[in-house]
């Protein structure tokens, strides 16, 4: 009896926070999404195994306790689950965002040698920037400055499709800092990284 | 000296404070008569400068032999040029007929601004006032420089030769020249300057002088340069407080990047020149003649002059001419386009523009294009060889500009030759004469085109324009596209095309009439049309298809009977569907021949299913067609889902299409729901007669 007088309040509370979570950005959806396309474009062999998915999350965590709170426990994952599924799902096949891989892909050879020479680096805002143009050759100077328009104003597309393609424009700004964090992470050894309070550091 | 008679000769003056002793002895022996004068001065000073420690020295050997010394512990030079430590100037003077020479002096300075020196130096003075000297070599600059001097009577020359001295350090000696301390400046120079005045100042320069070895780099790195060489002469006369000048500059080697700059001196050597006058008392600058060569690229000239402290340009004309103008492209235009749609282009031919100020800013221009071609590299856009004119008038109306194009290309898109007379005036453009574009066997004709508030800084420029398509041939447009060739033509009326803030958009429709019946596209708008992801944005209608041709256009599997569409709210994202809602259905009392072939019906069904029917291992397959009553299928597309529906049944199911007679044959919908990538998957997929659907 005392557990269904705590029960009730307790699994009114999780189903209203079941339908709540659906607003928020979904950030583990999101980063794994990002690691998907910065991975594709740096054409790196993955470094480190990507993060687990969430569904592996859920395999791996075993129920301990009181069999009622087990049972109640498992009942919440089924109810929660959908929720946290829909919240997962970020789309990034659309052909837009194919079309705007692609141009990045095709750019990332032209751009490497930039980033291993410190001339551009990756900024903590999920853009590329010119950092020391000095020490690209007077000739390459506005080739770079080409890429790294080029390449800014696809990422900024980018991050402006994938949030309208998964019906949230409103999300650009958390995509750009989830990319942010992904392409600091994913850079290649050698790439040049900018911190959070603006300094550099090579990886 | 003793104390006293330092006392008895102290001056006491203002600005100098003179302390001195003299000791005069006359010595005899052997009957050689000899005198020696030493006078020192412990301190004196002027405006501006002041001497420690001067003592001057004076030996007679013979009588027309004496050397002089003259000492001085520390020179302080007036207008902060530093000061003069251990100076010591030693002369054996001869006389020389009229004159007293000095021909192996001897210069010292333990310090100074120009680093320390020990030279040799020689020096006359004749009877009438005659000055000469001559400083064959000083430490300069890390290099050396070479100083004669003549004057006369109050005039006076100058030669000074300096001899790979770094640029760096005479700009700093100079005290005039303010160089960026923090851009590495490398380079020297070697020449000959020579100046030339009378008792007012300064009337005459002549400088040859090369500069070699320049580099430099800005911290930001928007200003650098790499060896390179510049040959500048200068000849300046001044007559009546007016300087002519004649000024050259040679860059034959090195490489210059002065943002957005790239010009390296190996592509083709840069040469200027620049002749006229320059009144310090009017502040007038008038140029007779100025000309700027970047071989193999661009020429231009001006001539003009200009007032005031800021110079302001009164009457200027300018003008360019270039034979090549990919490479002027390449050189000097790309650099300042860059991140726009035109920063990646192929270009050849050649231009010349002249363009003219008066006090208010620019007030004519005028462009000469011949063989003018362009072609972007991402093949979005190009012009083929255009020939003509282009005159501009701030506020006169100016003669009407024409140009003649023989062809242009937007999207892979080929139009054929067309002229364009249109009139440039102040700061609107307007059509004299409708533009009509040959394109895709039919015609595109700009019926109108306004453009205001362009050229003009601060305005923000609008365009608007009208334009009607006629006899555009869907045949041949689809087969550009490569998309499945479309009969018929295309006819349309643009009315209110408009382009701001990268958006394009059509008032008006396009109509055109294909497979047997008319589609509308109305709300048309394309924005970002020259971008990565371009975003188009329509509504369309469709009366009265002709499903046969449309079916065999599409290798769908043979359809007979009409259909009417109605797609709203389309948008395409980089050209692929995005969103649209699409009702496809027979019309209302259709009247025509309803069959549906056995390969379109299992064609409907893998669409709706996934999976064929599988007529064929029925009955029905000896049946080829099969007659329907109606056909009725709705997807709305809303990104990657695409929901599906059609004549409603009871069972909640629905009908794509729905049979009669016998056999009667229905194609029953029970999908609600589809991945937009798993239908086109399956559209891929369907293959008739060996083609395939793309």
Redesign the interface.
């Known amino acids: 009896m005392l557990n269904r007088i705590i029960g009730f309040p307790l699994m009114a509370l999780a189903l209203t926070a079941c339908v709540t979570i659906n607003i928020y950005f979904p950030a583990a959806a999101a980063e794994e999404a990002a690691r998907t396309i910065v991975r594709d474009v740096l054409k790196s062999e993955p470094q480190e195994p990507a993060p687990p998915a969430k569904p592996d999350e859920k395999q791996s965590y075993t129920p301990q306790g009181h069999p009622l709170a087990i049972a109640f426990g498992v009942m919440m994952e089924a109810l929660v689950a959908p929720a946290q599924a829909a919240q997962a799902d970020i789309?990034i096949?659309?052909?837009?965002i194919?079309?705007?891989r692609a141009?990045m892909q095709k750019r990332q050879s032209s751009l490497a040698p930039f980033y291993r020479s410190g001339v551009v680096g990756f900024d903590n805002k999920g853009s590329v920037t010119?950092r020391?143009?000095?020490?690209?050759a007077?000739?390459e100077?506005?080739q770079v400055?080409?890429l790294v328009?080029?390449e800014n104003?696809?990422r900024a597309?980018l991050y402006s499709?994938i949030a309208?393609?998964?019906?949230h424009p409103e999300w650009e700004a958390e995509v750009r800092s989830t990319f942010a964090k992904v392409w600091t992470q994913e850079a290649l050894p050698g790439y040049w990284l900018q911190d959070a309070s603006g300094g550099w550091r090579q990886r | 000296m003793n104390r006293f008679a330092r006392r008895l000769l102290k001056v006491g003056s203002p600005l100098c404070r003179l302390l001195a002793v003299a000791v005069l002895s006359m010595l005899s022996a052997a009957g050689i008569a000899a005198i020696e004068l030493a006078f020192s001065i412990e301190d004196i000073e002027g405006e501006g400068w002041r001497a420690d420690g001067l003592a001057i020295s004076l030996s007679e050997s013979t009588a027309d032999h004496f050397a002089v010394a003259i000492t001085v512990a520390n020179l302080v030079l007036p207008d902060d040029h530093g000061s003069l430590k251990g100076l010591r100037l030693e002369c054996p003077v001869q006389r020389h007929a009229s004159a007293w020479a000095c021909d192996d002096g001897r210069l010292r300075l333990e310090a100074s601004p120009i680093q320390a020196q020990d030279a040799s130096w020689q020096g006359s003075y004749t009877d009438d006032g005659r000055l000469q000297i001559t400083i064959p070599r000083l430490s300069v600059a890390r290099g050396t420089v070479a100083l004669e001097l003549l004057a006369d009577d109050g005039v006076w020359s100058a030669r000074v030769r300096p001899n790979r001295t770094a640029i760096a350090q005479l700009a700093a000696l100079s005290g005039q020249l303010a160089l960026p301390s923090d851009w590495g400046i490398q380079g020297r120079t070697s020449g000959l300057v020579k100046l030339a005045g009378d008792p007012a100042g300064l009337t005459s320069v002549d400088a040859d002088l090369v500069f070699d070895q320049l580099a430099y780099a800005s911290p930001d790195g928007t200003q650098a340069a790499e060896k390179i060489v510049v040959k500048a002469e200068l000849k300046g006369r001044v007559r009546k407080t007016v300087w002519r000048f004649d000024a050259m500059l040679g860059w034959p080697t090195g490489a210059l990047y002065a943002e957005p700059l790239f010009l390296d001196a190996g592509d083709g050597p840069l040469t200027a020149t620049l002749s006229g006058s320059w009144s310090p008392q009017q502040a007038r600058l008038q140029i007779d003649g100025g000309s700027l060569e970047l071989a193999g690229t661009a020429g231009v000239s001006a001539t003009g002059w200009f007032l005031g402290p800021e110079l302001s340009p009164q009457d200027l004309t300018i003008a360019m001419h270039s034979d090549d103008a990919g490479r002027l492209y390449g050189r000097l235009l790309q650099p300042f386009l860059i991140g726009t749609a035109a920063d990646d282009l192929q270009v050849a031919g050649r231009v010349g523009l002249v363009l003219h100020f008066d006090k208010q800013g620019m007030d004519q221009a005028g462009l000469e294009i011949k063989g003018l071609a362009l072609e972007d590299r991402q093949g979005r856009f190009g012009l083929d060889n255009t020939d003509g004119s282009i005159g501009w008038d701030r506020s006169k109306v100016v003669p009407v500009s024409r140009l003649a194009i023989a062809g242009a290309s937007i999207y892979r898109i080929p139009t054929g030759a067309f002229d364009i007379r249109v009139r440039f005036a102040a700061d609107r453009i307007d059509l004299v004469e409708p533009v009509v574009v040959p394109v895709l066997g039919g015609s595109i004709a700009l019926d109108r085109f306004a453009l205001s508030g362009a050229l003009i800084a601060g305005a923000r420029p609008t365009w608007q324009a009208s334009a009607s398509l006629r006899d555009v041939s869907l045949e041949q447009l689809t087969r550009t596209l490569e998309w499945p060739p479309f009969n018929g033509t295309l006819d349309a009326q643009l009315r209110e095309l408009r382009y701001a803030d990268g958006l394009f958009s059509v008032g008006g429709g396009l109509e055109f009439s294909a497979f047997g019946g008319r589609i509308e596209v109305r709300g048309l708008s394309i924005q970002d049309p020259l971008g990565t992801v371009p975003v188009l944005q329509a509504d369309a209608t469709m009366r009265g298809l002709e499903l046969e041709a449309l079916t065999e256009t599409f290798k769908f599997g043979r359809i007979e009977g009409r259909l009417d569409a109605d797609m709203q709210d389309i948008q395409l994202v980089g050209w692929q569907p995005d969103r649209f809602n699409l009702h496809l259905r027979t019309p209302p009392n259709d009247d025509s021949r309803h069959r549906i072939s056995q390969r379109a019906v299992e064609n409907l069904t893998e669409l709706g299913s996934g999976v064929p029917a599988g007529l064929s291992a029925t009955v029905l397959r000896v049946f080829d067609e099969f007659r329907y009553d109606r056909i009725d299928l709705r997807i709305l597309l809303h990104g990657s889902v695409a929901d599906l529906d059609g004549l409603a049944r009871p069972d909640g199911g629905y009908y794509l299409v729905k049979g009669s007679g016998l056999p009667r044959i229905d194609v029953i919908g029970r999908n609600r729901s589809v991945a937009w990538k798993d239908l086109v998957e399956r559209l891929q997929q369907i293959q008739v007669e060996g083609a395939q659907i793309k």
């Open positions: 789309n096949n659309t052909a837009a194919s079309a705007i141009s010119i020391d143009l000095n020490a690209a007077l000739g100077r506005n400055k080409k328009a080029d104003a696809d597309k499709e309208r393609a998964n019906g």
